[in-house]
Nanobody, 122 residues
Framework: QVRLLESGGGLVQAGGSLRLSCTAS????????MGWFRQAPGKEREFVSA???????FYGDLVQGRFTISRDNTKNTVYLQMNSLKLEDTAIYYC????????????????WGQGTQVTVSS
């Protein structure tokens, strides 16, 4: 059974940083594209970032230049370094395994984690 566990969320002041982790278990994901999405209250799930197994990365327009995705295949873990956090970054952040299709579409993923809350305060 595939399981994804996100961690690293919390409360941070605007301008601060957090690093999220997503550890996968059940099988290796070294050849999978992995993605991060977020969902704020009352809003649709939004693409944040994705990393191909080759190391190529993709970012949503709202986080480009502030967030960095990386992976450690030896640990079956994907990271999301979030810098210069803004109030509008407040959301639950989810990681997921890409199966097929456009990496910025939530429908292209399965095996979602439970999410980790990120709250940015002023």
């Amino acid at each position: 059974q595939v399981r994804l566990l996100e961690s690293g969320g919390g409360l941070v002041q605007a301008g601060g940083s957090l690093r999220l982790s997503c550890t996968a278990s059940g099988r290796t994901f070294s050849r999978n594209t992995m993605g991060w999405f977020r969902q704020a209250p009352g809003k649709e799930r939004e693409f944040v970032s994705a990393i191909i197994w080759t190391g190529s990365t993709f970012y949503g327009d709202l986080v480009q230049g502030r967030f960095t995705i990386s992976r450690d295949n030896t640990k079956n873990t994907v990271y999301l370094q979030m810098n210069s956090l803004k109030l509008e970054d407040t959301a639950i952040y989810y990681c997921a395994v890409h199966i097929s299709g456009t990496v910025s579409y939530a429908s292209a993923y399965n095996s979602w984690g439970q999410g980790t809350q990120v709250t940015v305060s002023s």
